[in-house]
Each structure stands twice: as structure tokens, then as C-alpha cells.
């Protein structure tokens, strides 16, 4: 069984290879393959996590090279579960953009540019959570980077362009400072491999164990998102097209707090900086929703929820004891899944009526009732509704704060409670403004126009008139359609029947949050026991080093 723990990395790396080699031709093959691959990658993720609570962590060093000279990859408990949790949602994804793709009559860009990059990305998170040391995580961070770049700016319009450089350029500072602290840490401590630095840290003085937790944490947070890191996400994500935003959002930041459980549990037992992610915890939660309170753009309102709810985690994180480690990794899989399918639903929602603001939006409910049920119950999991999964995560973690009695954590109590009803309540504004009232006058003749890859960064004359005409980039349109922008930001036909797989995609990320909740029992007693085996940490290093 351990020599399928690389393969989640490897797989979609040869793919990614394969599909290079043939180019935009055999269209139907590659998105075959890109669909086999990455239901390939769900089976092996499935296999690795029931194999990691059967018979505790797998290991493999690639090479047969042992630590710290070796490549080492680990998939325990924790591990497969986020493989899984991620698997599903970038297969569904996945699908969602094929819809896309087809329904936009544009061939050449998902096929030639999204899916090579989006297989990418899916080896570099994959490599994230099966590292088992610093460098081989930087790694994956380097993956992920370059493939989220070219996924931000694909189509090349200004608009991305300006926001996919404010992403790139706080990523590379956050490596750079990675880079640092990887460098740190082998000069004091004679390697970066995990399971050896549990026992090499605990030696070195107090005074360099703190900085180095610190800088670690510094660079988990930015790539969180966490408060006050987390300013370049509101901008850099609703620029997207639909499927690239879903992922990021559901994903990417998910990938620095597993980052930051796994280095606090591992690496610094008893940390000395809870207090500092307790407080970074209640400001996530507080200026997060506070944020999507202001905003009337729904890909906006849900980029501050997502700052706001990594707070949550980070409040599991910051406690220190498996009742808050186990409600933060409930917390994470929950949020994956929920987030990403209201990004859908949002995509959806935009190549129906042209927009996102929801000032234009009205009637949805009446004039698109399955579109309402596939926001309402997300929407719903988010706010933290019995019985979904997202209260049980919520309940975990208060019950933790309750139980660690001390002033920090009774704040953060009442922090998440308080976040927790402000989201019911944004979720209810967008519910009334989009989908309940009335549509607005000129609301189905009308929407906003995004930049196509045809327009000039300031050419906004041209903008009105295609926002007069129905048209963008020169296409001419039925009377009365609104445009949007497609992969690569050409102005595109909105319509009333949305594609099917699109809706197909998003029904069933919807259904994956609710099983959450059906097997509300179980995931909670896997948490437990991933809590249990990383706080532990013997399990993991004996795995690893085989002692």
C-alpha cells in the first residue's frame, strides 16, 4: 500500500505531460483523460485514507533514500482525508468547466491552457498535503504558484492580469520568507524532515524555536489568508473565471492551514504563539464578515466569508487540544466543499443574468428555482444551520473554547457565535435581493459587461456601448441577451438553460456537503483520531523513521 502514496502526485504530472505532447487536437480524448485522471487520483486518495485509520501512517522515500537525505511522503490520517476532500471537489470542478468550455464554444483554451495547468495544480496541492518535510512543502507551494498564475490570468484582460500580479507578488514574498526559514531551520537543527525535526527542535534554545514558529506561521497565514494577510484575496479571486475562483476558494488558502496544523502539532507541541493566533483568529472572524456585510457583489461577499471563516480553523488550531484540533479539521473539509460550491453557483448565477451585483439581481427563485435550491443549501451549511455540517464544526470548536475555560478562548466563543449569525444574515441578503424580490426594472435586458480579451485597459467608451448594445468584442447577440466573459474573457451569449453538466457539477458538490452531514458521526470519530494521532506525533515519526 505504501507505494501508492506518491501516485496522486505522479499521476496527474504524466497527464499534464501526455496533454502537452497532443496539443489542442483529440479534444473529446483529452477531456476523457483529464476526467479519468482525476477520478483516478479520488480512488487512490480514498484507498490511502482508509489504509492510514486501518494501519496507522504510510510513508514511502522515493529512491529508497532515507531522511534527511530522501524525498519522503507521508499520508496519515489527516492527509488522506484532505487528499479526499480535495479529489472530489477538483473532479467536480473539473466537470463544471468542461460545461463551461462547451457551452462557451471555445475549445482551445480549456483544452490547451486550463486543463495542463489545472492538472498541475492538482499535483502540487497533492504534494502540499503528502510532504513530510519543509522543502518538498515549498515544493508544492512552487507548483501550486505557478499553476494558480497562469489559471488567474488565463485570457490575458487587464483585469487579471492586475490582480493575478498582486497575487503572484505576495506569493513570492511569502516564499522568499519560506525559503529563509527552511534555511534556518536546517542550519540549527541539521535537517527539514518532519519527523526528525519533532525530536531535533525540542533541543535548540527557546529563542530560535520561537522565531522559526513565527516565520512559519507568517507564511501559512498569507497563503490563509488569515487577518491581516489576507487584503490581496478579495481582488484577486472574483476576477477568475468561474471554475478557477471555485478552486482557489475552496482550496488554496485550505492548503496554508494544513500547513499550520501540521507544523504546530508536529513541529512546535505547546507553542508559545496561541495567544498571537487567537487574536489573528477573532480579527479573521470579525473584519471578515464585517467585510461581506459592506459588499453587494455576490463573488465579493463571498471572498470576505472565506477570510472570515478561516478563523474558525485557525481558532482550532490556536487551542491546542484535540476537541479543537478534530472541530478544525471537520471545519476544513466542511469548507472546502461549501465554499466552492457557492463560487459555483455564483458562476452560474452569472451566465444566467450576465452579473454578479446583486443590485441588478432579482426573481431568481421564481424564474430559476433549482438555481435557488443549489444556493439555499450551501448558503444555509455556511451559516452554520442544524443540522448541516457546518454547525457540527462549530459546535466542536465552541464546545473546545468552552472547555479551555480561559479568557482568549471565551472570546473567540463568542466571536464565532457572532460570525456565525452575521453570515446567516449576509447569506439572507443575498437570498432577498437576488432571489426573492422582484426582478428589478431592465433586469432581463441588461448586465454587466466583464472585460474581454479584445477591449484596452481605459477603453471604457467602447464598454458603454457594448453594455447599450448587448454585445461584447463585436459579437453580435440575440435582442435582449446580456454578455459575460468566458475562459479567456471574450465576450460571450449568456443564457436561460444553463448547461447541464455545469448544473450537474455543482448539484453534486452540494450533495457532498450534505453527506457530511448524513455521516456527521463517523467523520467526526475519524477527526477525533487524526486529532489523537497528531498530537501524539509518535505514530507519525515512527513511521517515518521506522523506529
Known amino acids: 500500500m505504501n507505494a501508492l502514496v506518491p501516485l496522486p502526485v505522479l499521476l496527474p504530472l504524466c497527464v499534464t505531460g501526455l496533454k502537452l505532447a497532443i496539443g489542442p487536437r483529440l479534444q473529446r480524448f483529452q477531456r476523457f483523460i483529464s476526467l479519468a485522471v482525476l477520478g483516478a ?14 494501519h496507522g501512517p504510510l510513508s514511502v522515500h522515493l529512491g529508497d533514500f532515507a531522511p ?7 499520508a496519515d490520517r489527516l492527509a488522506g482525508l484532505m487528499l479526499t476532500v480535495s479529489s472530489a471537489v477538483t473532479l467536480l470542478v473539473h466537470l463544471y468547466s468542461l460545461g463551461q468550455g462547451m457551452a462557451d464554444r471555445d475549445d482551445q483554451a480549456p483544452v490547451g491552457v486550463f486543463h495542463p495547468a489545472y492538472l498541475i495544480l492538482v499535483a502540487g496541492v497533492s504534494c502540499t498535503f503528502l510532504a513530510g518535510d519543509l522543502v518538498n512543502l515549498y515544493v508544492g507551494f512552487e507548483i501550486m504558484l505557478v499553476a494558480s498564475f497562469v489559471l488567474l490570468t488565463i485570457g490575458g484582460t487587464a483585469t487579471r492580469i492586475r490582480a493575478g500580479s498582486t497575487y503572484v507578488i505576495i506569493s513570492l514574498f511569502s516564499s522568499v520568507l519560506f525559503l529563509v526559514a527552511i534555511a534556518m531551520t536546517y542550519s540549527v537543527a541539521g535537517t527539514v524532515n518532519f519527523a526528525q525535526l519533532a525530536g531535533r527542535l525540542q533541543e535548540i534554545p527557546l529563542g530560535a524555536r520561537t522565531l522559526l514558529e513565527a516565520m512559519l506561521l507568517t ?7 488569515v487577518f491581516p494577510l489576507a487584503a490581496w484575496l478579495p481582488d484577486s479571486y ?12 475552496g482550496l488554496l488558502t485550505k492548503v496554508g492551514i494544513y500547513s499550520m496544523l501540521r507544523t504546530q502539532t508536529l513541529l512546535f507541541p505547546g507553542h508559545r504563539l ?32 472565506l477570510i472570515s471563516h478561516i478563523g474558525y480553523m485557525v481558532f482550532g488550531i490556536a487551542l491546542a487540544g484535540r476537541g479543537s484540533i478534530s472541530g478544525a479539521i471537520v471545519y476544513v473539509a466542511h469548507h472546502i466543499t461549501v465554499q466552492t460550491t457557492l463560487f459555483l453557483v455564483a458562476g452560474l448565477i452569472e451566465r444566467r443574468d450576465g452579473t454578479t ?8 427563485a421564481k424564474t430559476a428555482p433549482l438555481l435557488a435550491v443549489l444556493f439555499f443549501v450551501p448558503a444555509m451549511n455556511l451559516a452554520g444551520i442544524p443540522p448541516l ?5 462549530k459546535l466542536g470548536l465552541m464546545r473546545a473554547g468552552v472547555d479551555n475555560g480561559g479568557d482568549w478562548a471565551w472570546a473567540l466563543v463568542a466571536g464565532s457565535a457572532a460570525t456565525s449569525l452575521l453570515t446567516l444574515y449576509v447569506m439572507a441578503k443575498v437570498w432577498n435581493l437576488a432571489f426573492w424580490r422582484d426582478a428589478p426594472p431592465g433586469a432581463e435586458d441588461e448586465g454587466r459587461v466583464l472585460e474581454s480579451a479584445e477591449d484596452e485597459p481605459g477603453d471604457d ?7 447599450a448594445t448587448g454585445s461584447g468584442g463585436g459579437l453580435p447577440v440575440p435582442a435582449g441577451a446580456v454578455v459575460s466573459a468566458g475562459f479567456l474573457g471574450q465576450a460571450i451569449t449568456t443564457t436561460r438553460r444553463l448547461p447541464w453538466p455545469m448544473l450537474v457539477a455543482t448539484g453534486a458538490a452540494v450533495s457532498l456537503g450534505l453527506l457530511y452531514t448524513v455521516l456527521g458521526g463517523p467523520l467526526t470519530t475519524f477527526t477525533e483520531a487524526a486529532a489523537a494521532e497528531l498530537l501524539a506525533r509518535t505514530p507519525y515519526i515512527e513511521a517515518v523513521l521506522g523506529r
Open 41 to 54: 487520483v479520488l480512488v487512490l486518495s480514498v484507498l490511502l485514507m482508509v489504509a492510514a485509520d486501518r
Open 68 to 74: 534527511p537525505i530522501g524525498i519522503t511522503l507521508v
Open 219 to 225: 507564511v501559512f497565514a498569507i497563503k490563509a489568508a
Open 238 to 249: 472574483p476576477t477568475a473565471p468561474a471554475p478557477v475562483t471555485a478552486v482557489f476558494a
Open 274 to 305: 496561541g495567544d498571537l493566533l487567537m487574536l489573528a483568529a477573532l480579527a479573521s472572524m470579525v473584519v471578515g464578515i464585517l467585510g461581506a456585510v459592506a459588499q453587494t457583489d455576490l463573488k465579493r461577499v463571498l471572498s470576505f466569508t
Open 357 to 364: 451585483e446583486l443590485t441588478r439581481l432579482g426573481g431568481l
Open 389 to 393: 455540517s457546518g454547525f457540527i464544526g
Open 461 to 467: 467608451e467602447d464598454d458603454e456601448d457594448e453594455k
